[in-house]
């Protein structure tokens, strides 16, 4: 029986979608993208790594983290990418630990771990199936310009930043095709979570 999905897929893919469609079927969902701005909140440990690393010009007046300030910094230099992850990834996977041992020892129904780099981190060990949400590479660019106000260049160095969606597909259990309709999208898991229940 499945307890614990974990859900990915390319920035801009329309997994925050597929989580809510499936919140709506009854899973509980942990998203990592809240947990990587919770373990980044003013005076926290990686909060204060982060600002030694990058300066106080990455923050805002209250002293937060100005995300896309940051992003067009580590984006454009993939060492300081890589600076950036070293310093985070490790209090986002120890979150992430901790809440799915809470789900596992609590025994209560399927629990999705959404995680954008799911694949990339090496974390497909703590789920029973991975899911891929996949969309055509043409309508990702145009969702992720129109969503975060970027140009092309600037949308192109983040989809360049992860693992390609064909390495992805390669370690999928199930795939979820988002390039059409949400009720398209929809009526996808409605079959899948069914399907779910009817594993011996």
């Known amino acids: ?11 801009a893919s329309g997994k925050s979608a597929v989580s809510a469609m499936l ?14 701005r919770q373990v980044v909140e003013p005076g ?6 982060i600002v030694d690393e990058f300066q106080e010009s990455i923050l805002n007046k209250d002293g937060t983290i100005n995300r896309k300030k ?7 230099d993939p060492a300081k990418l890589d600076r950036l992850n070293k310093i985070t990834h ?3 996977i120890a979150e992430i630990e901790k809440l799915l041992a809470e789900h596992r020892a609590s025994g209560e129904g399927v629990l999705v771990l959404e995680a954008p780099l799911l694949l990339e981190l090496g974390l497909e060990h703590m789920v029973d199936e991975v899911w891929v949400v996949a969309v ?11 969503r975060d106000k970027l140009s092309v260049r600037e949308a192109k160095l983040r989809i360049e930043a992860q693992m390609p969606l064909e390495e992805k597909l ?3 259990d199930r795939v979820i095709d988002n390039s059409g309709t949400l009720q398209e999208t929809k009526d996808q898991l409605e079959k899948i979570w069914s399907s779910l229940w009817n594993q011996p």
């Open 136 to 146: 055509e590479p043409e309508l990702q660019l145009q969702r992720l310009m129109d």
């Open 70 to 76: 940051l992003g067009e910094i580590v984006f454009s």
């Open 170 to 172: 390669k370690k999928a």
């Open 90 to 92: 490790p209090y986002i």
């Open 23 to 36: 919140k709506e079927l009854g899973a509980k969902v942990i998203s990592a993208d809240l947990i990587s």
């Open 1 to 11: 029986m499945v307890s614990v999905i974990g859900l990915t897929g390319g920035i």
């Open 44 to 49: 926290l440990p990686a909060w204060r790594q």
